[in-house]
């Protein structure tokens, strides 16, 4: 048997190889009809597909991945396409959050274990982009991320639904009585018309804004509707450009840096993007050693004004936004914001990348001097309910609640909350503090989107359409109002948040960056010495998790899973 050595591509160390060795490494590759040139040093491109009909939102996939190939062998290359865990955020329980660490971990090693010199990461559904973008980082080979694009605009009766925003404004009307059931399911294929993420700025629009942002993707991945035919080409056109990449050895390393995340944090802002982009951002950071902290959301892109006027904090759709220009316009707009000399992907930067491009429509993508909302970006909170932090989006809160003082509602767990809301008899009112607990990394496990809680029905009849609520959880990027998230350290921990009782008065002050539980520390101390931690699950995934998973101001990735292995293994496969 030929020993292992040093080739000039990855991939030859599997397919360069002499005698028995490389027999196995290209024979039964060769079973796929594929001849023998096609391992003659060539760029071998992974295709890191996240297809499944469980995730619908990434069900275009297939044909994705063949327009990438097109691309790949006309540059070329030889693309080898590959699934991975696929993470189907409205199908899975208890949440896809459980698994995003699992799925990196199944791309890392994936990409690692294969004769790939370079990947291509097709990524939609919410937990899907930073599942894989975490994965490959902690490989750093050369990498271009394509996005799914979200589905066409939902309508139902002459009116624009948006994808969760419509769910949650509808399933309000039910419980308040102001709409029907049978209206109410009428509208569920009305409002998911086309294969493609959610197509309001929610997390999936969010997180493939970030990929732009970033650098990591071609200009314009972030918006094109995933059924338009200008989606394909620019799968194909990632498929052309990463077999150059590979040539250049552009690796991922060298486009996420401080700077790109320095962007993409001010890019949240400017189009008013999910909170959970500060989890998901933070962890794949985590990733590439780049220094980056949950106050940098704050100290960066908290100033920043919002330019794009979609659901959920707004009125229009994806498909408006693609339209009107969408990404590099936004980008554009706030350059004097940006670090322009970031490198990209396409070997450009990010200020010759969005140097000319237009804006077609100023109602959906404000100018800066005249935005949409002031002050967009998300409030990092800290006070001795969140010692560790907590966030906030602004740009979706009652203006009147963002300093607030009420009275505590308390709920132990999302058991009790669904058990106690619609309770006619909850003492609960229009200034009262809904507080849920238990719903954190640990503590759900997974760290639900659970963050946004419905109204109690008697409030809604009154009225009333927002209150403060705080929890340990995230919520949807779909969702709005004055929601504090992501308490960290969580009630399953023992943080703060497991001491508060109901009747506790609480205080928010988003323009002081605070949040405090008027509590005397010797009460406190009295409580904790009380607590008891709530049962963990005993094997499988979820122990492993359980037992690893950091809090959500880092991120809430495995401790083990922070940094990379790198694209280096030792030994044969036989
Ligand atoms: Fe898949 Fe929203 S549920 S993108």
Redesign the pocket.
Known sequence: MSAPKKAARRSQEWFGRDGKQGFYYRSWLKGLGLPHDLFDGRPVIGICNTWSEL???NSSFRELAEHVKRGVYEAGGFPLEFPVMSL???QMRPTAMLFRNLASMDVEESIRANPIDGVVLLM???KTTPALLMGAASVNLPTIGVSGGPSLSGNWRGKQVG??TGVIEMSEMVRAGTLSQEDFIEAEACMQRSRG??MTM???STMASMVEALGMSLPENAAIPAVDSRRFRLAHLSGRRIVEMVREDLRMSKVLTRQAFANAIRANAAIGGSTNAVIHLLAIAGRLGVDLTLDDWDAIGSRLPCLVNLKPSGQYLMEDFYYAGGLPAVLREISQHLDLDAPTVNGRSLGENIADAPCWNRDVIRPLAEPFKPEAGIAVLRGNLAPDGAVIKPSAASPQLLRHRGRAVVFEDIKDFKARIDDEALDVDGNSILVLKHCGPRGYPGMAEVGNMPLPPKLLRQGVTDLVRISDARMSG?AYGTVVLHVSPEAATGGPLALVREGDFIELDVPGRRLHLDVSDDELARRRAEWTPPPAPTRGWSKLYIDHVQQAHLGADLDFLVGGSGDEVAGDSH
Do not use: I, L, V, Y
Request: aromatic share 0%.
């Open positions: 995730t619908p939102c189907g955020e409205t939609g559904c919410d994808s969760g993420s959610c929610g997390t999936a779909t």
